[in-house]
Nanobody, 111 residues
Framework: QVQLVESGGGLVQPGGSLRLSCAAS????????MAWYRQAPGKQRELVAT???????NYVDSVKGRFTISRDNAKNTLYLQMNSLKPEDTAVYYC?????WGQGTQVTVST
């Protein structure tokens, strides 16, 4: 079983940027698809972005053009670059490498 540890969350003003990282305890080379999810207070967990082993990506419409998912298989790390952040992006962000979940990192977008 692979353990996933997210980092990089925090408080940022609207329009700002954050880069989330997800470090895996073992090799992520074998995970065909990895993903970032988020869960806002009182809402269901939502798929934000996915990336295949070959680098193909998909995004939920609300983050297209603002977020970029990437992976470094050599470093066993998944990333989420978040630009032009909005208050509605506020949530706990989770890394997912099926069937493993990280513990989450809080992102708060507020003045």
């Amino acid at each position: 079983q692979v353990q996933l540890v997210e980092s990089g969350g925090g408080l940022v003003q609207p329009g700002g940027s954050l880069r989330l990282s997800c470090a895996a305890s073992g090799s992520i080379f074998s995970f065909y698809t990895m993903a970032w999810y988020r869960q806002a207070p009182g809402k269901q967990r939502e798929l934000v972005a996915t990336i295949t082993h070959g680098g193909s990506t998909n995004y939920v419409d609300s983050v297209k053009g603002r977020f970029t998912i990437s992976r470094d298989n050599a470093k066993n790390t998944l990333y989420l670059q978040m630009n032009s952040l909005k208050p509605e992006d506020t949530a706990v962000y989770y890394c997912y490498a099926p069937p493993n979940w990280g513990q989450g990192t809080q992102v708060t977008v507020s003045t």
